[in-house]
């Protein structure tokens, strides 16, 4: 009988043994191997709404900067002051200079 | 290197995986549960929990005896858990690891080996299989099915004895 030693890693077989190891074996259903994988979960994002949100973006952007500025609805604002009209305090004195 | 095990492995990573490794996976699978079902139920929960990240980290150089121990902890669990219905199944035949051969005389000799390895105890025979047909080390099978090296070496003694027994007739017929 053959001695097994436990530090062998085992590489000379007996004439019985490379028999057995010339048995073809099998291998797996070629199908299985999409089974195998778990299904992938959907994107938390999928590309049509990234791409609808883009362009949303640029709409909005394009409609921004097409708008004029409008009104300032605050308070009037005064006019400068060169084109204010002259205040006459001293009216009758302004009138007897021109009678003279 | 599947060091990034934790994280959870990338769709190329199990592509990659199972190209390599589910041939191997799939015989000891199948040496310990006998039901291709079975087999592919145990494989499709070891890619999830690959994908998932719940397997340990693992090197490049112990990645078929890390993938080897998931099958053999995963067996070991449905045999406990699906005792009552395995008892019922062990009248069925046993799924074969082997290819069938259009030779006549091999495909005998295939069957015969087929109804010998079903006679070993389960122990036995996945340290046979392990050892004979997917080249695994004493030390390699000692970790796989968690067994010291030296009851490693002898369940692989045992059971050669004890397929030699079995298959001596077949030898004589010859």
Not at chain 1, 60 to 79: H, I, N, Q
Not at chain 2, 23 to 31: D, K, P, S, V
Not at chain 2, 89 to 99: D, G, H, L, Y
């Amino acid at each position: 009988m053959k001695s097994f030693d436990p530090m062998n890693s085992g590489e000379d077989y007996s004439e019985f043994e490379n028999q057995l190891r010339g048995m073809a074996l099998r291998q797996p259903p070629p199908e299985w191997k999409s089974l195998l994988f778990p299904p992938v979960p959907p994107p938390l994002f999928p590309k049509p709404l990234l791409l609808g949100i883009a362009a949303c973006w640029v709409a909005s952007l394009g409609v921004f900067l097409a708008t004029p500025e409008r009104e300032d609805l605050g308070p009037p604002m005064l006019p400068p002051p060169a084109a204010e009209p002259e205040i006459m305090d001293n009216a009758l004195a302004i009138r007897m200079e021109n009678e003279r | 290197m599947m060091g990034g095990a934790k994280r959870g492995l990338t769709a190329k990573d199990l592509e990659r995986i199972h190209d390599e490794h589910v041939a191997a996976m799939f015989r000891y699978g199948l040496t310990l549960l006998r039901d291709e079902a079975s087999v592919r139920d145990l494989l499709q929960d070891i890619f999830l929990k690959l994908a998932q990240g719940r397997a340990e980290a693992m090197t490049a150089e112990s990645e078929k005896t890390y993938l080897l121990r998931m099958v053999h902890h995963g067996a070991i669990d449905r045999i406990r858990r699906d005792k009552v219905r395995r008892d019922h199944a062990e009248a069925q035949p046993a799924e074969t690891i082997f290819e069938a051969s259009p030779d006549p005389d091999r495909e005998a000799y295939r069957q015969r080996l087929d109804a010998a390895l079903v006679q070993l105890p389960q122990e036995q025979r996945e340290v046979v299989v392990l050892k004979l047909w997917e080249d695994r080390t004493f030390d390699e099978i000692s970790h796989i099915c968690c067994i010291p090296l030296n009851t490693a070496c002898s369940r692989y003694r045992y059971g050669i004895d004890k397929l030699r027994a079995l298959l001596r007739p077949v030898y004589e017929e010859l």
